[in-house]
């Protein structure tokens, strides 16, 4: 990410250590990625090692130091939506992106991820694009969601 | 002082002292790996467990971490702690394999194999974090951190390249207690590395007076701002530490035979 | 308008009475993250559209979630001199009918499920609405004791006016100008509320130590990380009635002396993140949050932080790692947070359940709610009843209400004519109660009793098609995910076990690797520096123990009973 908007972000929290992960936030939105040099600039700027801040991007499984795909699709697991059939729901995903899980599209378009848990118990299983989330999800649901979210991007 | 008794034998012991530094001071055995004397307790490796009563509830306490209290009743090689203990090393096992220190501190306390042991070595590292505590902690230089968290938890440097920070004092591979991170001079050049990965790499600066390789300029350079002027001093007339001694030695008592 | 006094709280009650009970019609979307994921937003849309096309006046609003998410999207009809009338499962399609009854003053009939209240000064008698419901007497409202989800799905979250005519800040302004910090804590102590994110810690205890320990700053913080998988309790507090909790969080502080709140909200609540940034600005501006609160002269001020997905920082000393820009390592204790915490200061964590509690128990009394619950265990408990029931939600119910009334009267039991076969109380660290063990009382002292416990309340129901052995498996799998890999019982033992039960499912493994997982799991339980690792072998080694034939179908078969 380009300097001057990391320091624009590290400003508007006012250059505290604290709001390291307030600012990680940031950055992982508009670039889609911490890689080394964004993270390497935000350390600096904040006046602590680069080895704190590679420990946050890698504990934290909001971040990703490698480049997502522009949309995110992460599919919940907890207990109440494998219980419903979040497994097939998986399946479909990871066939038809042709990826596994943690994996990103070789266009990178899409990234497929799993998460616990969305809050969304009893209209399980969920799924999320991005910030739009898709419930009560079976084989057939999820396909047609597929079908219509990769059509759109092309 | 408090009194207490240890293995059976009732002993006085300052109170502000953990179980784990009376025992030791008592000459009783009790393993750690996560432990050193300069670094604040981390108590994560649990090998130092060890069985309480008497003032405390009955049960199995982190010797590395509990504090001596009075009518304390220890006892670091009970049936329950010694099983326990050997259950502990055979999954620190698994995970370093190849280490020669554990291996040779597990046959000391009863355990010669793991059940977990999967055949390929792992990285020998028992995530003891000593190396990251005392770069942090003692060194101030903060090469190194844990990134990614459970089982992939790792000791890395800061992205997993070669690290900006390092200063190459050695000191990690000093207090490593598997040998998962070392240190090699050779060649006029220091290597600081792990199984996987080279944390560090320094041409090294050669002693004025005997022309050995000795230190890298980075941590002169380290020691130089971080200490007095008189250290400063000394560190600009740039000797390896025999020589240094050997002048120090001759300016005070005159000469010095070699 | 900053509300400064009794007759500014009252002038705005007014507002909010005028507001509810409307003299024209009205109509309430439910707008929550549920209800957006069910489209909600489109049929939102689309009745704005309606009423621009037809002119009609209705006044439109948002509301929260009533926790029945497979209801949504839910909808309120208020018709002047009838009840409000609840609607579920709402579709765009029927909106044009809806509006087009409403105009001509009919009950619109799609979708209606029920009365919502007897609300005698305005009703009028209705041979139409003698065959509804009301609220109170349909599953599966039924036989709730919805205090704390009391305005949830009903007022504007957003709304001062409405959450004061339902006497919302009337615990907050007697506190601030009747009552000294002394006096509230004894309330909440009296009161035997209990920490409702899963510790079961005395509030009032912890809030009395804290107030007594000495440091410049001190701090209250809201655990908002709601990271057992099954639980949305908390997301439905905060977006059904934020300003509940921040009266909540005030009092909190008020009562320690801290002057600084934090919600550590978790971070894959996206949608609560912005609502609750907005709901901060709204109090601020009412005098509720920041400087002179309610012209008391006391100031509090209170900010989100959004976690980073890391299931271990809803532990409370790992979140505080996690607040100071650290990774979300738990502290070795002592020293406890309540001496030394944020930023070595005095420290409280709570759950937003257990603040949420706090202006009732001020309003009412302490004496008033020790009425509720057992001996022990006062109060209510949202229980999120998930899995093979009929009608999986958020159930709040007086603690010591019994597991088989919930789940086979309040939850309608299983679907399809299948039977029970086990209850996971307390997921994930619960364990699997089976089917002819269910008639035990939901309170901790109970279930511990019978080696289980309550935890946040997750109560997960397996019919007789499910695996015991994939599901303890689930499990394992998001423990070694979470675990933060400090400790050595926990990031090796729990991933050994994890391994095991792999092979296990696999039809790989025997009666020895069943012995190997158990000493695993003692170990775990037994050395783990956090509750992550200490509670993760519990529903384990009880699954082995209690359903042993779906073991044995693994074990000899390689065959799971999912597929048999």
Redesign the interface.
């Known amino acids: 990410m380009e300097k001057e908007k990391i320091e624009k972000i590290v400003n508007k929290h006012r250059n505290e250590?604290?709001?390291?992960?307030?600012i990680?936030?940031e950055v992982q939105a508009e670039d889609n990625q911490l890689n080394?040099e964004s993270?390497?600039y935000i350390a600096l700027l904040l006046g602590?090692?680069?080895?704190?801040?590679?420990?946050?991007a890698?504990?934290?499984?909001?971040?990703s130091t490698e480049k997502r795909g522009k949309t995110l699709v992460?599919a919940c697991?907890?207990?109440?939506c494998?219980?419903n059939g979040a497994e097939e729901v998986i399946e479909v995903l990871k066939s038809k992106l042709n990826i596994e899980l943690g994996q990103t599209t070789w266009d990178e378009a899409f990234g497929l991820e799993k998460?616990?848990?969305?809050?969304?118990?009893?209209?399980?299983p969920?799924v999320s694009f991005n910030?739009r989330?898709?419930?009560?999800l079976n084989k057939e649901k999820i396909l047609g969601i597929l079908q219509k979210v990769m059509g759109d991007s092309k | 002082m408090i009194q207490m008794t240890l293995n059976n034998k009732e002993i006085e012991a300052p109170e502000n002292l953990t179980i784990l530094e009376v025992a030791r001071k008592h000459g009783i055995d009790i393993p750690t790996l996560c432990y050193h004397e300069a670094l604040e307790p981390y108590g994560v490796c649990r090998l130092c467990i060890v069985e309480v009563g008497g003032s405390l509830r009955k049960g199995i306490r982190i010797s590395c971490i509990q504090n001596v209290m009075n009518g304390l009743i220890v006892d670091t090689e009970s049936e329950r702690v010694k099983r326990n203990r050997q259950f502990l090393f055979e999954l620190l096992l698994a995970r370093s394999p190849d280490s020669k220190q554990l291996i040779d501190l597990a046959a000391k306390h009863g355990v010669f194999e793991s059940r977990f042991y999967e055949g390929d070595s792992d990285d020998n590292c028992v995530r003891c974090g000593l190396c990251v505590r005392v770069c942090r902690d003692k060194i101030g230089a903060f090469a190194l951190c844990f990134a990614h968290r459970g089982y992939d938890r790792t000791v890395t440097t800061d992205f997993e390249s070669l690290s900006e920070y390092c200063i190459g004092c050695g000191t990690c591979a000093q207090i490593c207690p598997t040998g998962a991170i070392r240190m090699k001079d050779e060649g006029g050049e220091r290597i600081i590395y792990t199984k996987n990965s080279v944390v560090a790499r320094f041409e090294l600066e050669t002693c004025d007076i005997c022309g050995i390789p000795y230190a890298s300029k980075k941590y002169l350079d380290f020691v130089k701002r971080n200490s007095d002027n008189a250290m400063a001093v000394s560190v600009a007339r740039n000797l390896c530490p025999t020589c240094a001694r050997r002048t120090g030695a001759i300016n005070l008592v005159g000469q010095m035979t070699l | 308008m900053k509300i400064k006094n009794m007759k500014d709280l009252d002038k705005v009650k007014e507002i909010g009475m005028k507001s509810l009970f409307p003299k024209g019609p009205q109509i309430r979307i439910s707008m929550s993250t549920c209800g957006l994921a069910l489209g909600a937003d489109d049929l939102f849309q689309k009745i704005t559209e309606e009423k621009e096309k037809t002119g009609i006046r209705i006044s439109l609003h948002q509301t929260g979630c009533s926790g029945f998410c497979d209801l949504e999207p839910m909808a309120i009809v208020r018709l002047p001199g009838k009840p409000a009338l609840l609607y579920t499962r709402v579709t765009v399609e029927s909106v044009e009918q809806i509006i087009q009854d409403i105009q001509k003053k009919k009950i619109p009939q799609k979708g209606l499920f029920c009365t919502i209240g007897s609300d005698s000064v305005t009703a009028m008698p209705d041979p139409v609405l003698n065959e509804i419901p009301d609220y109170q007497d349909v599953t599966p409202f039924k036989g709730q004791h919805r205090m704390l989800l009391e305005n949830c799905g009903i007022i504007d979250p957003l709304s001062v006016a409405e959450y004061v005519a339902m006497a919302g800040y009337s615990a907050l302004f007697k506190a601030l100008h009747q009552m000294r910090p002394e006096e509230v804590i004894k309330e909440v102590v009296e009161s035997g509320l209990r920490g409702r994110g899963g510790a079961w810690f005395p509030t009032g205890f912890k809030w009395d130590m804290a107030s007594k320990s000495s440091g410049d700053e001190k701090f209250v913080i809201c655990n908002a990380d709601e990271g057992d998988p099954g639980a949305y309790k908390d997301r439905t507090i905060m977006e059904g009635n934020p300003l509940k909790l921040f009266e909540g969080i005030v009092l909190a502080g008020y009562a320690i002396g801290s002057h600084h709140g934090i919600i550590y909200l978790r971070e894959e609540y996206h949608h609560t993140f912005g609502f609750l940034n907005t709901a901060i600005e709204i109090a601020k501006r009412f005098g509720l949050l920041g400087k002179n609160i309610l012209s008391s002269g006391f100031n509090f001020s209170l900010n989100i932080v959004r976690g980073g997905g890391s299931y271990v920082c809803g532990e409370e000393t790992a979140l505080m790692d996690s607040l100071e820009g650290e990774v979300g390592d738990p502290r070795l204790r002592p020293p406890f947070p309540i001496e030394k915490g944020l930023w070595a200061r005095p420290t409280i964590v709570n759950n937003v359940e257990t603040l949420s509690n706090v202006p009732l128990i001020i309003q009412n009394g302490g004496k008033w709610y020790k009425n509720i619950g057992t001996e022990k265990a006062k109060g209510t408990k949202i229980l999120s009843v998930i899995g093979n029931v009929k009608h999986p939600g958020l159930y709040e119910v007086p603690l010591g209400t019994n597991l088989k009334q919930v789940i086979f009267e309040m939850a309608g039991g299983p679907v399809n004519g299948k039977s029970i076969k086990a209850v996971q109380v307390g997921s994930p660290f619960g364990t699997f109660i089976p089917a002819d063990k269910l008639d035990v009382s939901l309170d901790p002292e109970a279930l511990r009793e019978i080696g289980s416990m309550i935890g946040s309340g997750v109560i997960v129901a397996l019919d007789q098609d499910a695996c015991i052995v994939d599901i303890l498996h689930h499990l394992l799998t998001f423990f070694v995910e979470e675990s933060c890999g400090k400790c050595v019982p926990c990031r090796e033992g729990v991933s050994r076990m994890e391994e095991l039960m792999i092979e296990i499912y696999n039809g790989r493994a025997g009666m020895k690797e069943l012995d190997i997982l158990n000493e695993l799991g003692e170990t775990a339980r037994d050395f783990s520096l956090c509750a992550l690792g200490g509670g993760a072998p519990a529903p384990i080694l009880n699954g082995i123990k209690d359903f042993k034939k779906d073991f044995e179908a693994h074990i000899k078969t390689g065959k799971c009973l999912r597929f048999s």
């Open positions: 250590k604290s709001a390291i992960l307030a990680l936030h080394a993270l390497k602590v090692p680069y080895a704190n801040v590679f420990g946050l890698t504990f934290y499984s909001a971040f992460r697991d907890g207990i109440s494998h219980i998460v616990r848990c969305l809050g969304l118990c009893s209209i399980s969920n910030d989330t898709y419930s009560n």
